[in-house]
């Protein structure tokens, strides 16, 4: 009997090493995917260096850095290299805050104007408003923004501690944390006196051209970090070190149900899995940082040049716009590695392209390939052409465009009609339609949204129907509540002209 029981006792444990043994076999396969479609990616944007790290369970599954801090110097990236992650510092200020309000020195929902003279904020704008980018509109609280106010935090920070907001986060995250290699870009002379690795700047405009450093802090950007020691945090986070795990979870979640932002970071849900993500745009650099909580998974990219962020339009607050997110989902996420990351478009157009089964990973897929090609026109005008084909694809497989619809394909579509005009490709309405159809929809959830406003009033322009665009850029100039930006001086440039030729 004994020996029956030794038996089936080392059969449990050879049937148990076979599973493990090829569970690491499949995670590596996914890996080595994932890894040569980001090295893609890489060259697909042209950028200089990156650093890559992918956690899961509390572990570090896959570190990489790939191609030059310094293109010249041919100096590579590796794991001390240094990256301004601009966006990213809105972690470290929520952070910050919430530790703040757990010690009762602040409270979210004190008005903002409690910490301003001159009462510059309406009077129904919360402390949390800023914070979660809902205080602009009318009421606050209602519809996400992105904003410049988020910068407002640091005077907030300040006059609730009593010290200064590099004080602050020093003391509350980064001392904690023993982060020797993350810190505030002052000026130019206290970088030079750091003498650690940069990840110099680059841009690319005709070819890889070298760029220039954003100086300056505030709650809204500013530090400079590795990536190693974004993952502490992102450690520290995960094991309630820095604040408490309610704290966190408030952090983490929708500030309000159909909302892609919660405390200082994005929340959003993809496929029934909670997705909280955060990324960094200068002209010069781009960074992300993601998390699948539920499958304990977080993936932290940095680069020198700003193609990692920018043409997924990721302010809209849709993660699964950008391709370095879609490649990690299906992956490692979702276990749809059969999808390709890029259609070809020659297939697509011949329609012997790849026959993957619809879902919505797909059609995100889709979409942020059409996306990113739109953007990519500025630079190579075939890519006009790929975004064309992958959209007529995307609305043949999924022609129910207006329930998935939102502002990053309403810019796709926009953005195509600017590539053809500046690049003097002919009259392009291909997509008149469907522009007119999610512009209209998104304005009925929310007359006063800036940019749909402007994707429309640009449409009626080109179009030569000036009354109608004028109603749209009217619109945002009159929006009450609203803080001026790009779109408020383009639309209001449009009215001038138009009242100076007497239209």
């Not at 300040?158 to 870009?185: D, I, M, W, Y």
């Amino acid at each position: 009997m004994k020996r029956n029981h030794i038996y089936l006792l080392v059969i449990t444990l050879f049937l148990i090493s076979c599973s493990e043994s090829k569970k690491e076999t499949n995670q590596d396969s996914k890996l080595a995917i994932f890894k040569k479609e980001i090295i893609n990616l890489k060259t697909y944007f042209q950028i200089p260096g990156m650093a890559v790290i992918v956690k899961k369970d509390n572990e570090i599954i896959y570190e990489d850095y790939l191609g030059h801090s310094d293109i010249e110097a041919q100096t590579k990236v590796d794991s001390t290299t240094l990256f301004p992650i601009a966006s990213l510092t809105k972690v470290f200020s929520s952070i910050t805050m919430m530790s703040l309000a757990e010690e009762g020195k602040l409270s979210l929902n004190l008005s903002a104007n409690d910490f301003f003279e001159g009462n510059p904020f309406e009077n129904d704008i919360q402390v949390g408003h800023i914070l979660s980018h809902t205080s602009q509109g009318i009421p606050p609280g209602d519809n996400f923004y992105y904003s410049g106010r988020f910068g407002a935090l640091t005077n907030i920070i300040e006059k609730t501690s009593g010290n200064t907001f590099e004080a602050e986060v020093q003391r509350r995250v980064l001392n904690p944390l023993n982060l020797q290699h993350t810190f505030f870009l002052k000026d130019s002379t206290y970088f030079d006196s750091r003498k650690e690795p940069f990840a110099k700047p680059y841009l690319l405009d005709d070819g890889i051209q070298e760029g220039f450093m954003d100086f300056g802090f505030s709650t809204s950007a500013g530090l400079v970090a590795t990536a190693r020691d974004l993952m502490k945090v992102d450690n520290a986070l995960d094991n309630d070190k820095l604040i408490s795990k309610s704290s966190k979870n408030q952090m983490f979640s929708s500030f309000k149900d159909g909302l892609p932002y919660g405390y200082g970071i994005f929340s959003e849900s993809f496929e029934g899995k909670n997705i909280v993500w955060a990324y960094g745009q200068y002209d010069c650099y781009s960074n992300l940082w993601l998390k699948v909580p539920s499958e304990d998974m977080t993936l932290i990219l940095l680069a020198n040049n700003n193609l990692m962020s920018d043409p997924a339009r990721l302010i809209y607050g849709n993660a699964t716009s950008s391709l370095f997110v879609i490649s990690f989902l299906k992956n490692l996420v979702f276990d749809r590695e059969g999808i390709p990351l890029f259609e070809q478009a020659d297939s697509l157009s011949s329609g012997a392209g790849a026959k993957i089964n619809p879902s919505s990973l797909h059609r995100e897929k889709l979409r942020a390939q059409a996306l990113t090609a739109s953007f990519m026109a500025r630079y190579d005008v075939n890519e006009f052409e790929v975004s064309k084909i992958v959209l007529n694809h995307l609305f043949s497989t999924y022609p129910d465009y207006l329930e998935y619809a939102d502002l990053s394909l309403l810019h796709n579509l926009s953005f195509l009609k600017e590539v053809a005009f500046h690049r003097d490709l002919g009259e392009f309405n291909d997509f008149d339609a469907q522009l007119v159809a999610i512009g209209e929809k998104l304005l009925e959830q929310d007359s006063n949204n800036p940019y749909a406003n402007y994707y429309l009033g640009g449409f009626y322009d080109k179009a030569d129907e000036p009354q109608k665009a004028a109603r749209y850029f009217q619109k945002i100039v009159e929006a009450k509540n609203f803080s001026k930006n790009w779109y408020t001086v383009e639309a209001q440039h449009w009215l001038d002209s138009q009242s100076k030729n007497g239209d």
